[in-house]
């Protein structure tokens, strides 16, 4: 599976981006994806995830309110709809694929396809 995230940018405090992750390969409908995020000169951490069939979510507390994600399996694509925007959210959003397990997990270790990552820089 190859996972391609897209959709960053430079934007400004208050902003709404929308990132988007393509995965090829395979599908992955039945994949738990996730969104995570690396600051500069910070680790990589948890921003949201979801449930192969959508009806489930998990959220970060830093995003809980403003951010969404979503997927269309019939496209094979997970989004990130990202509003009100802080300078706090600039960082590297990489998207992750799990091919099985339980609940939606917060943990990199536990995520086994990675993207490439999209830059999202937010001024304040």
């Known amino acids: 599976v190859q996972l391609q995230a897209s959709g960053g940018g430079l934007v400004q405090a208050g902003d709404s981006l929308r990132l988007s992750c393509s995965a090829s390969g395979r599908t992955v409908s039945n994949y738990t994806m996730g969104w995570f995020r690396q600051a500069p000169g910070k680790e990589r951490e948890f921003v949201a995830g979801i449930s192969w069939s959508g009806r489930t979510t998990n959220y970060a507390d830093s995003v809980k309110g403003r951010f969404t994600i979503s997927r269309e399996n019939t496209k094979n694509i997970v989004y990130l709809q990202l509003n009100s925007l802080k300078p706090e959210d600039t960082a590297v959003y990489y998207c992750?694929?799990?091919?099985?397990?339980?609940?939606?997990?917060?943990?990199?270790?536990?995520?086994?396809?990675w993207g490439q990552g999209t830059l999202v820089t937010v001024s304040s």
């Open positions: 992750a694929g799990r091919r099985s397990g339980i609940g939606i997990p917060m943990k990199i270790a536990e995520y086994d396809y």
